[in-house]
């Protein structure tokens, strides 16, 4: 599983990085961005999926890896 960040929807609000902060950072402006190549460890999937539905933008997905 990975997770990616759509700059052009993203505000700025933080939900990302307070609720998976081992997954998301701010960047220098404050918006979000994926720490990373994205890529979500087993024990950070439920901090992935709580951050993508948190986001009132709908600014990150995640990619399910066959």
């Not at 190549?37 to 890896?65: F, Q, S, T």
Request: glycine share 10%; proline share 9%.
């Amino acid at each position: 599983m990975n997770v990616r960040i759509d700059p052009e929807r993203c505000q700025g609000h933080g939900r990302c990085y307070d609720l998976a902060p081992g997954l998301f950072a701010e960047d220098d402006e404050g918006y979000g961005q994926v720490i990373g190549e994205g890529v979500v460890p087993p024990e950070e999937e439920k901090a992935a999926r709580l951050a993508v539905a948190n986001c009132p933008e709908r600014a990150i997905d995640i990619v399910e890896e066959p």
